[in-house]
Structure formats: structure tokens, C-alpha cells
T-cell receptor, first 115, second 111 residues
Framework: GDSVTQTEGPVTVSESESLIINCTYS????????LFWYVRYPGEGLQLLLK?????QKGSSRGFEATYNKETTSFHLQKASVQESDSAVYYC????????????FGKGTHLHVLP | EAGVTQSPRYAVLQEGQAVSFWCDPI?????LYWYQQPRDQGPQLLVY????????NSQLPSDRFSAVRPKGTNSTLKIQSAKQGDTATYLC?????????FGHGTKLSVL
């Protein structure tokens, strides 16, 4: 079936350190999946961080980057230097553009950034 | 622009009681989704609509859960006879395209 697997948390890093949260997907019924990272900051609702809808392309937002790699079925989230304000729960997600954009989420990775 | 609005924010029930969740999507968004998010899990799709039509409700426990979107705008998700295993946050999202916009959710506790 279609699924998303991501780094299990919590992940704790210190401010200014680099970060990578791994995400791999299985899209057995989706020919051209769209890939997303969503984030939930403390006290806020879930919101889109970045998206990539074409294999091989990179998405970026707020200093975060992720490259859609169709060969390895991966969409890892990276940031060169995290800030305390990046503390949040990050969700990798897989979308089907031909099926009313049905979106499947991973379990989420809780990130703690220490000052 | 107003976001996705959900109510109530919290609900506490005894097993066997019924509860309804209400969602007002962003105006103009044709697709509406209901997700169930158990504690420490990702959102799991229950049902989604395009306009008033159900596109997929295969993950909805149909014996106790129901969802409607009669005019293609607001939607209601109902649990007929709640069980402890239904304890979760229920999220509504809407979209017009690939990006989902979420409400704050309804946190349900079934005792």
C-alpha cells in the first residue's frame, strides 16, 4: 500500500547544529506522488512547511530543504543551522494528485532545539 | 482570509455516548478531509469529500462513524457510540489543489 516512514523522535539538537529528519515513502498506487513536509508548532495547527510535486526537485522554506528522490523513494528534511524556534513536530506526507489530493502522513518527528 | 474552523475544541464522553464534530472549511475550497490523530501518531485519513460527494470513506468505521457535507461547504463528523479507542484529536482540513489547510482540531477523550 501507500505509506510514509520517518525518523522516530524525539530528536534533540542544540541551536546552530545541523538537522536531518529522514523520510521514505511507498507509493504503490500513486503514479506521480506529491511530497510534503507539514509542521505543528506549539499551540498552533498543522501547516504546510514545503512541498515538491516533481521528482528530482528541491523544496525550501524557512531555511529547511528537502529533495524529492524517486530512485531512493526519499524526501529527507534538512537544515544547516537550527534555531530554538524550530522546535515543533514535523510530518512527512505523500499526496495523490489524481485522487482529490488524498494525503497520507507519517507518524511525525518531535524536534527539540536546545538554546 | 478566515482559516478552517472546527468546533468544539474539546469533548469528554463516557463510552456509548454520541458526539458530533463540526467543520467550516475555507471558502472556495472544494475538497474537505477528516483525519483522526491518536496521541503520538500522525493524522490518519478517515474520509474526504469533493464538493458534497464522498470520494473515499473506506477508512471510516462505518458502523459507528458517519460524515456528511450536504451543500459542499460545512461538514459534520459523528460518532454514534463512542469507545475508548476513539480517543484522539479529530482534524478537519480543506484544499483547492495540493496544499491542505488544517483546523486546530477537536480533542476527544472517551472515558
Amino acid at each position: 500500500g501507500d505509506s510514509v516512514t520517518q525518523t522516530e523522535g524525539p530528536v534533540t539538537v542544540s541551536e546552530s547544529e545541523s538537522l536531518i529528519i529522514n523520510c521514505t515513502y511507498s507509493a504503490t498506487s500513486i503514479a506521480y506522488p506529491n511530497l510534503f513536509w507539514y509542521v505543528r508548532y506549539p499551540g498552533e495547527g498543522l501547516q504546510l512547511l514545503l512541498k515538491v510535486i516533481t521528482a528530482g526537485q528541491k523544496g525550501s522554506s524557512r531555511g529547511f530543504e528537502a529533495t524529492y528522490n524517486k530512485e531512493t523513494t526519499s524526501f529527507h528534511l534538512q537544515k544547516a543551522s537550527v534555531q530554538e524556534s524550530d522546535s515543533a513536530v514535523y510530518y512527512c506526507a505523500l499526496g495523490d494528485p489524481t485522487n482529490a489530493y488524498k494525503v497520507i502522513f507519517g507518524k511525525g518527528t518531535h524536534l527539540h532545539v536546545l538554546p | 482570509e478566515a482559516g478552517v474552523t472546527q468546533s468544539p475544541r474539546y469533548a469528554v464522553l463516557q463510552e456509548g455516548q454520541a458526539v458530533s464534530f463540526w467543520c467550516d472549511p475555507i471558502s472556495g475550497h472544494d475538497t474537505l478531509y477528516w483525519y483522526q490523530q491518536p496521541r503520538d501518531q500522525g493524522p490518519q485519513l478517515l474520509v474526504y469529500f469533493r464538493d458534497e460527494a464522498v470520494i473515499d470513506n473506506s477508512q471510516l468505521p462505518s458502523d459507528r462513524f458517519s460524515a456528511v457535507r450536504p451543500k459542499g461547504t460545512n461538514s459534520t463528523l459523528k460518532i454514534q457510540s463512542a469507545k475508548q479507542g476513539d480517543t484522539a484529536t479529530y482534524l478537519c482540513a480543506s484544499s483547492f489543489g495540493e496544499r491542505l489547510f488544517f483546523g486546530h482540531g477537536t480533542k476527544l477523550s472517551v472515558l
